[in-house]
């Protein structure tokens, strides 16, 4: 069963500050990795992916990749209270297996 | 910018009752997906379909399951006798390849089944 683990949450992270998320997969064979924000009862919306160890950057995203740990990441810089929402980890490169979500709530 | 688009947002069907659920993935697109997410419960696979024919499809999407493409735009989820478990956000996604690089999944707003 190939398994997608994040910290549920919620994280409250003050505004302007850095925001991070975390996330592991079981499947070693998996190639690409996709983040997805969602707000209450809405649809997950693509912020970033990554297929290559390191770093990635987007802006105020910053997604981060180690296949050796198994292991990816997203740093959200100089948060916003609209960066308050369910932040998705998604592994595969046809089929997407996801996590949980963590929630994240950004204090004014 | 393109997106993909779904119907109805929200549908309300008795137990036993079939439901089609109705997509328009993003026109330059070749992989379509469909996707649930029972309500506080984690986004789940359910069926991928490429070339007119169903790629892979999850312990979920049983008999009662099926997917089409009628036309050169639509695609369609079909369930036969709906169950109350059946409630859910259905989601549907599409992407340009399977392989790396332009694989992203975009999703639809999602359409609301409600079983009663």
């Known amino acids: 069963q190939k398994e997608v683990e994040q910290n549920s949450g919620p994280l409250s992270v003050p505004e302007g500050a850095i925001a991070s998320l975390n996330c592991t997969y079981s499947?070693?064979?998996?190639?690409?990795f996709f983040w997805y924000r969602q707000y209450s009862g809405k649809s997950p919306e693509l912020i970033m992916f990554i297929y290559s160890n390191g770093d990635k950057e987007d802006g105020r995203f910053t997604a981060q990749l180690n296949k050796a740990s198994q292991y990816v990441s997203l740093l959200i810089r100089d948060s916003q209270p609209s960066d308050s929402a369910t932040y998705l980890c998604a592994v595969g490169n046809e089929k997407l297996t996801f996590g949980t979500g963590t929630r994240l709530t950004i204090i004014p | 910018e393109p997106e993909v688009t779904q119907t109805p947002s929200h549908q309300v069907t008795q137990m036993g009752q079939e439901v089609i659920l109705r997509c328009v993935p993003i026109?330059?697109?070749?992989?379509f997906y469909w996707y649930r997410q029972i309500l506080g419960q984690k986004v789940e696979f359910l069926v991928s379909f490429y070339n007119n024919e169903i790629s892979e499809k999850s312990e979920i999407f049983d008999d009662q399951f099926s997917v089409e493409r009628p036309d050169g735009s639509n695609f369609t989820l079909k369930i036969r006798s709906t169950k109350l478990e059946d409630s859910a956000m259905y989601f549907c996604?599409?992407?340009?390849?399977?392989?790396?690089?332009?694989?992203?999944?975009?999703f639809g707003p999602g359409t609301r089944l409600t079983v009663l």
């Open positions: 499947d070693r064979g998996s190639q690409s």
């Open positions: 026109s330059n697109h070749l992989y």
């Open positions: 996604a599409s992407s340009y390849t399977k392989g790396l690089a332009g694989n992203e999944q975009f």
